[in-house]
T-cell receptor
Framework: ETGVTQSPTHLIKTRGQQVTLRCSSQ?????VSWYQQALGQGPQFIFQ???????GRGNFPPRFSGLQFPNYSSELNVNALELDDSALYLC??????????????FGPGTRLTVT | AQSVTQLDSQVPVFEEAPVELRCNYS??????LFWYVQYPNQGLQLLLK??????LVKGINGFEAEFNKSQTSFHLRKPSVHISDTAEYFC????????????FGKGTTLSVSS
């Protein structure tokens, strides 16, 4: 059974640029959630995708957008990068997104640095 | 709105000593509770979870946690720590509603020395 994978591992971008981060969910999981973890902080929920549709969103501006594909892999896109977007971006997959205690399995993260 | 407070940002302990990492949450609805561990430059690994039933939950690596509904707490304990337990620990809650995700505390750094 393959776990959650993320690419790339590290990324350096310039302010104002756009970036795409990728996540492959664990086998059989149909839900992907994205989190932003700033240095020294806990992860903050960005949004969640369930069966290719956005199913919930945290307090992030519209320049943070995403996609989920038929194989349940997912992308996080960030436009007009700002210095404060520098963080570890974590992807988590789970089996289901409705009511119930769906355990989330996390990938290793993508470290984004904006200069 | 739900929130999670981890009462200690750093906890230094000696090897083989007991440790308790404290977590309080606020929520007006029922929640699921989790503890995750994060080793340097890695993602999050689930230590244990409380869903329902027994308030004492046992997890991996010898950790356990006790859910106290009246005090809205979910403290993590280990009777004897090892050097390898040095890591960042996060408490998280999730409400029982569709489309919701985990709300994390700011983390507690556990430093175990010999």
């Amino acid at each position: 059974e393959t776990g959650v994978t993320q690419s790339p591992t590290h990324l350096i971008k310039t302010r104002g640029q756009q970036v795409t981060l990728r996540c492959s969910s664990q086998s059989g999981h149909n839900t992907v959630s994205w989190y932003q973890q700033a240095l020294g902080q806990g992860p903050q929920f960005i949004f969640q995708y369930y069966r290719e549709e956005e199913n919930g969103r945290g307090n992030f501006p519209p320049r943070f957008s995403g996609l989920q594909f038929p194989n349940y892999s997912s992308e996080l896109n960030v436009n007009a990068l700002e210095l404060d977007d520098s963080a570890l971006y974590l992807c988590a997959s789970s089996l289901g997104a409705g009511t119930g205690a769906y355990e989330q399995y996390f990938g290793p993260g993508t470290r984004l640095t904006v200069t | 709105a739900q929130s999670v407070t981890q009462l200690d940002s750093q906890v230094p302990v000696f090897e083989e000593a007991p440790v308790e990492l404290r977590c309080n949450y606020s929520s007006s609805v029922s929640v699921y509770l989790f503890w995750y561990v994060q080793y340097p430059n890695q993602g999050l690994q689930l230590l244990l979870k409380y869903l329902s039933g027994s308030t004492l939950v046992k997890g991996i690596n010898g950790f356990e946690a006790e859910f106290n509904k009246s005090q809205t707490s979910f403290h993590l304990r280990k009777p004897s720590v090892h050097i390898s337990d040095t890591a960042e620990y996060f408490c998280a809650v999730r409400v029982n509603q569709a489309g919701t995700a985990l709300i994390f505390g700011k983390g507690t750094t556990l430093s175990v020395s010999s």
